[in-house]
């Protein structure tokens, strides 16, 4: 990372957070005061965590580390205080660094160190010693709601491969403003964007998420974000198929507000077709991909020159696939780290999710492994299926579909404001069901409240949370099936 740094102009305008930008120059002096403050620690190489919103200061921490060879621990603003304390203490973070020193002492670190930025550093001079971590940059935490996270380990050479896969792929784009719409603390966001920018030169844009229309756990102001795009002139943007979804809905037609975009990648769960589709056609240049947090995040992406509606692109350079025979994806030469845990070496990589592969290698997702349904009649459907058809509507924010062991399928429906009325929702699953065959068609349905991160009803990629839904929602289900109680 220090080599990259050095190669690139001095004056380039490398991060903004929307207060003015940090040249390279600015950025390796912030990394210097840094690497200082952190050393002034009881225990200077101790993994370190970070609780904050997105800023320049939150790279300039990621970069100094990864300098100082200290493992990095994100902590998910949308996570609660007892999954953050579960975190800290599964990494063996020692000190953390946050926007308030009150903010660390809640959470025991309650030694301040000045470190000269806008962030606190902080420390727990009682902190348990670190598990042994070899090689190990960055720890992110996959969203667990009604469980604790889980930890994937990941090295500094793994992160900047996809970086550098990203950057070759995407370079007759000429990508030079990146929009920062995801947290750092997400890994797609963290990888795919800034990482991939600075192999370029190129400027990342990341002023807080307010202002960029995420707020809370899932909060989305499709307005902000336009207005913000515009405001910086973004040429590239990473969105959750609901982003996309909200976006699309808000754009009028040929948008001056959308006019520099030249690329947004959206990942993170299924999109449906017709939201593609229509992404396009409203002038969004969208690319879908496909990644894991334990490859680093991206696998597989459309590019320019290689895109194919439908599938998540090809895989990135130094990425081998394979469709096992019951249809779950493998990746080659994955080496997953979960904290805690052994290391796993396997020759292929089972990544949970159904897909297949067409003549030309692009991979399609078709699901995931376990969410498989077995309807009474033995026909195998992936819930993700039908769900995709229903929130290709404009009327349907969210879908989940269930039907294990019965003779059809229903589902619970969370429709956009305004799109709540019974026509209106029977209409656009009407319009879904056209779509698919019988079997796989919806035959009932009832309204559910959003499935949030907040609830413990989604993932902070906007997957569903199956068990905690399905537990929540018990009866409902239960209704959906029993024709003398059920009712719309």
Not at 436 to 452: E, H, K, M
Request: proline residues 7%; glycine residues 10%.
């Amino acid at each position: 990372m220090h080599n990259l740094l050095d190669t690139l102009p001095e004056n380039a305008p490398l991060i903004d957070g929307g207060a003015g930008p940090w040249t390279r120059a600015m950025l390796q002096a912030r990394i210097a005061q840094l690497r200082a403050a952190l050393l002034a620690r009881s225990a200077p190489l101790a993994p370190v965590a970070l609780l904050a919103d997105n800023s320049p200061e939150w790279l300039a921490i990621d970069l100094c580390t990864q300098e100082m060879g200290i493992t990095l621990v994100p902590l998910p603003l949308f996570f609660t205080p007892a999954q953050w304390l579960h975190v800290i203490a599964q990494s063996g973070a020692q000190a953390l660094f946050c926007a308030q020193p009150q903010q660390g002492a809640a959470l025991g670190f309650g030694k301040a160190i000045d470190c000269g930025g806008a962030l606190a550093l902080c420390e727990n001079l009682l902190a348990a010693a670190a598990p042994a971590l070899t090689d190990v940059q960055k720890i992110t935490f996959t969203s667990g709601t009604t469980s604790n996270p889980k930890g994937v380990c990941l090295s500094t050479a793994q992160q900047w491969h996809v970086a550098r896969a990203l950057h070759a792929g995407l370079g007759e784009l000429h990508l030079q403003r990146h929009l920062c719409l995801l947290p750092f603390a997400v890994l797609l966001e963290n990888i795919a964007g800034p990482y991939t920018a600075m192999l370029s030169a190129a400027t990342t844009i990341c002023p807080p998420l307010a202002e960029v229309g995420l707020s809370g756990s899932s909060g989305f102001d499709p307005q902000l974000c336009l207005a913000a795009i515009e405001r910086y002139q973004a040429h590239s943007i990473i969105v959750l198929p609901q982003m996309l979804q909200a976006l699309v809905a808000a754009v009028a037609p040929d948008d001056s507000r959308i006019r520099s975009l030249r690329l947004v990648a959206v990942g993170g769960a299924k999109t449906p077709a017709r939201l593609l589709a229509a992404a396009n056609g409203a002038g969004f240049p969208v690319h879908e991909g496909y990644g894991l947090s334990e490859c680093s995040s991206v696998v597989a992406l459309n590019l320019p020159g290689a895109r194919r509606a439908g599938s998540v692109g090809r895989p990135l350079p130094g990425r081998t696939l394979r469709i096992a025979a019951d249809g779950e994806i493998e990746i080659g030469g994955v080496h997953a780290r979960y904290l805690g845990q052994e290391d796993t070496a396997a020759a292929w990589f089972a990544t949970g999710d159904l897909g297949h592969l067409d003549a030309d290698g692009f991979l399609y997702i078709d699901g995931r492994k376990k969410d498989i349904l077995i309807t009474g009649y033995g026909r195998n459907v992936s819930p993700e299926w039908p769900e995709s058809a229903l929130i290709g509507s404009a009327r349907l924010a969210q879908a989940l579909v269930v039907g294990e062991g019965q003779p059809y399928l229903a589902a619970l429906i969370v429709p956009f404001p305004g799109h709540d009325s019974v026509a209106l929702i029977q209409d656009a699953v009407d319009h879904a069901n056209a779509d698919l065959p019988d079997y796989a068609q919806v035959r009932r349905w009832s309204l559910a409240a959003p499935f949030t991160t907040a609830n413990g009803q989604a993932t902070a990629n906007g997957r569903p949370r199956r068990a905690a839904i399905h537990a929540h929602y018990q009866e409902q289900i239960a209704a959906f099936f029993d024709l003398t109680e059920y009712t719309v």
